[in-house]
């Protein structure tokens, strides 16, 4: 694919010099905590299970220490995953900070971050079953927090106008307002850009352009991250099913997505983290 960006200006004589400057990691991430509790996760007592139809999302709650298990049970599918403090609805997950700290994709050991003034571990990835993927060779790996969530905004921008509601932001935004009483209005903007659990992407080499593949999810697969607080969580099972052709879409094959959520040994033990330690003065 040509480059979609015309380069209108000439380089300097030093255009090599300044391309080759070697980068610099904006957060070493030696500086973070260090995970705990990683690998399967073995449930204790009752397991509660919430399933996400194809095409639709479903909500479930897990108290903090608890494990989240998400898992594909019938076909290849990939899910939109949002989070929120469930006692503090505006306090949620922030993909942009967990991307700048951990990387493109997450996986076992990495913690997923709420927004700001927060900033705290929500969840800690105790277990990724697809951790063998790693990045093929088109710069693909899996579950993003790079991508937003497919929402009937742009669908309508790319489609000349055309209205698709099962995006996995309206889904989102249903599933949401039913959990919460909120009035669909209301509970819209409370939806955040997502971890696209299970997704397979990038972005191209040479134009920059985010790009999906078919995931190499299989029934068995699983997603495990044990809730640091207390949480509300939704997940849709996106309308593009594994997300190798297109989404929002009602003829490419989906699947439903099931959500365990369980104890495990030292879930009456867990201590959740604490306020982020910046104390907010900004200066004045």
Sequence with gaps: MPNRRPK???????????????????????????PQGLGPATPTGTIVGVQADARDAATFTARAGQTVRIRSIEGPQVGDLNLWNAHDITEH???????????????????????????????????????????DDYGGAVHDVIGTRCDPYTH????????YHHCCHSNLTRAFADETGLPLDQAEPFIHDVLNVFMCTGFTRDTGQYFMKASPVRPGDVFEFRAEIDLIGALSACPGGDCG??????????????VEIFDTAHTTTHQPPGANPYDRTHGR
């Design 245 to 258: 052709a297109e989404h929002s879409s009602d003829v490419t094959p989906c699947y439903p997505l099931l």
């Design 93 to 135: 997950f922030y993909s942009g900070k967990t991307r700048a700290l951990h990387g493109t994709h997450v996986t076992t050991g990495d913690f997923l971050w709420s927004n700001l003034p927060h900033l705290r571990p929500m969840a800690t990835v105790t277990h990724d079953s697809l951790d063998w993927y790693g990045i």
């Design 8 to 34: 209108l200006t000439p380089p300097p004589p030093d255009t090599e010099a300044r391309r080759g400057i070697p980068p610099v990691v904006c957060y070493p991430p030696e500086t973070l905590q260090t």
């Design 156 to 163: 309508a921008l790319l489609s000349d106008g055309g209205q």
